[in-house]
């Protein structure tokens, strides 16, 4: 059974069928009974069996109204990914200057495209990178080798803190 793989193609086929004289009912049944997967809801077929009953002819979507959530140029991102880590005190209305767009879809970008977050005026990343995890690794090694040859003198001087400062 081959599956529906874009919106277009299923629209095609419920306008071949409307224009057979299918009911919704029998397009959707007919849709499931050959793809298991990727199939329009009832309610969906319903809807463009009306439009292309009405005359509509185009598959396509109609343009939206209002701006979309994220910008589209995937190099903002990108931009943005290499301007935070050169200055990582940066701020939001710096970025907005640098790269043109938005107070919210900077923060956008940066939360959840970059998932990073501001800590004590710099932004970090969430998690570590993949430079920074061998690292860790090397040194919590050394430090648990530490613990085991000298138990109580490592613990008295451990220190651990914070390494950002108000």
Same mark, same amino acid.
């Given at each position: 059974?081959?599956?529906?793989?874009?919106?277009?193609?299923?629209?095609?086929?419920? $306008? =071949?069928?409307?224009? !057979?004289?299918?009911?919704?009912? *029998?397009?959707?049944?007919?849709?499931?009974?050959?793809? /298991? &997967?990727?199939?329009?809801?009832?309610?969906?077929?319903?809807?463009?069996?009306? $439009? =292309?009953?009405?005359? !509509?002819?185009?598959?396509?979507? *109609?343009?939206?109204?209002?701006?979309?959530?994220?910008? /589209? &140029?995937?190099?903002?991102?990108?931009?943005?990914?290499?301007?935070?880590?050169?200055?990582?005190?940066?701020?939001?209305?710096?970025?907005?200057? *640098?790269?043109?767009?938005?107070?919210?879809?900077?923060?956008?970008?940066?939360?959840?495209?970059?998932?990073?977050?501001?800590?004590?005026?710099?932004?970090?990343?969430?998690?570590?990178?993949?430079?920074?995890?061998?690292?860790?690794?090397?040194?919590?090694?050394?430090?648990?080798?530490?613990?085991?040859?000298?138990?109580?003198?490592?613990?008295?001087?451990?220190?651990?803190?914070?390494?950002?400062?108000?």
């Amino acid at each position: 059974m081959a599956m529906l793989v874009e919106k277009v193609e299923a629209r095609a086929v419920i $306008r =071949f069928l409307h224009l !057979q004289g299918k009911s919704a009912r *029998e397009i959707h049944d007919q849709m499931t009974a050959v793809h /298991e &997967e990727g199939v329009p809801s009832y309610d969906t077929v319903v809807r463009w069996k009306r $439009r =292309f009953h009405c005359g !509509q002819t185009d598959l396509e979507d *109609e343009p939206r109204s209002g701006r979309p959530s994220l910008p /589209e &140029e995937p190099g903002i991102v990108v931009q943005l990914e290499a301007l935070i880590p050169s200055d990582r005190r940066i701020t939001i209305e710096a970025i907005i200057h *640098e790269v043109c767009i938005s107070h919210g879809s900077v923060f956008n970008i940066i939360h959840d495209e970059l998932h990073m977050t501001k800590v004590s005026a710099r932004w970090v990343p969430w998690l570590l990178t993949t430079v920074q995890k061998p690292q860790l690794m090397d040194v919590v090694k050394i430090l648990l080798q530490l613990s085991q040859d000298e138990k109580v003198e490592f613990f008295g001087r451990l220190i651990t803190m914070n390494e950002c400062r108000d």
